[in-house]
C-alpha cells in the first residue's frame, strides 16, 4: 500500500469507459494507446499538488510476427482537469519518447555511451553535457542524422574545425 492506495484502488481509475484514444502504425507496428483519468482518490495522497491520475494502457501488435503485448502505466499529475485533459496528458505522455529518441536514443546509440569508462567523480556528467552540446550545436545546424554528422567530422575533420569557425 503506498500512499495510502491499494492497487485495487488505482486500477479503478482504468474500469470505465476510455477517455481518449490514438492509433499509430509504423516502425513495423501498430500502437493503440489509451488513457483514463480521474480525481477520485486525491484527497488520500498526503501530497498538496495532486489533483489528478491517471492509467495509460499501450497495445503493440508486430505486423509482421502478429505477436501482441499490452503494457500499463500509471502516474499523477498536478494539473486539474480543466488544464490536463486525458488527450493532453496522453499527448505529454507520447511527448516524453520524443525527447527519448532525440538525445538519449542519439547518446547510446551514436556515442555508445553505455559503455563508455568513464565513472569517477565529475567525469560522468560532464561527458554527459558535451555530448548534449554536440547533438545540440549539430541539430542547429541543421543536421538530422546526428550519426552521420559525426560520421562526415570523422572522415573530414577539418569541417569539424570549419564548423566550429577556427
Known amino acids: 500500500m503506498a500512499l495510502g492506495l491499494g492497487a485495487g484502488s488505482i ?3 482504468s474500469r470505465g469507459a476510455v477517455q481518449f484514444q490514438t492509433t ?3 516502425h513495423g507496428r501498430q500502437e493503440t494507446r489509451s488513457i483514463w483519468t480521474s480525481t477520485r482518490f486525491v484527497e488520500y495522497v498526503p501530497l498538496p499538488h ?3 491520475f491517471f492509467t495509460i494502457r499501450r497495445d ?4 509482421k510476427t502478429g505477436k501482441s503485448t499490452t503494457e500499463f502505466a500509471y502516474g499523477c499529475t498536478s494539473l486539474p482537469p480543466e488544464r490536463g ?3 493532453y496528458l496522453l ?3 507520447r511527448g516524453h519518447w520524443s525527447i527519448e529518441n532525440s538525445s538519449h536514443h542519439v547518446r547510446d ?3 555508445d555511451e553505455d559503455r563508455s569508462q568513464i565513472r569517477a567523480g565529475h567525469g560522468p556528467q560532464m561527458m554527459a553535457s558535451l555530448r548534449n552540446l554536440t547533438i545540440g550545436l549539430l541539430r542547429l ?3 538530422q542524422e546526428i550519426a552521420s554528422a559525426t560520421r562526415e567530422f570523422a572522415a573530414k575533420p577539418w569541417y569539424a574545425l570549419r564548423f566550429l569557425g577556427l
Open 11 to 13: 486500477m479503478e481509475v
Open 24 to 26: 499509430d502504425k509504423g
Open 50 to 52: 495532486i489533483q489528478q
Open 60 to 63: 503493440v501488435l508486430n505486423l
Open 85 to 87: 485533459s486525458p488527450e
Open 91 to 93: 499527448s505529454c505522455n
Open 109 to 111: 546509440v551514436t556515442f
Open 141 to 143: 545546424a541543421g543536421w
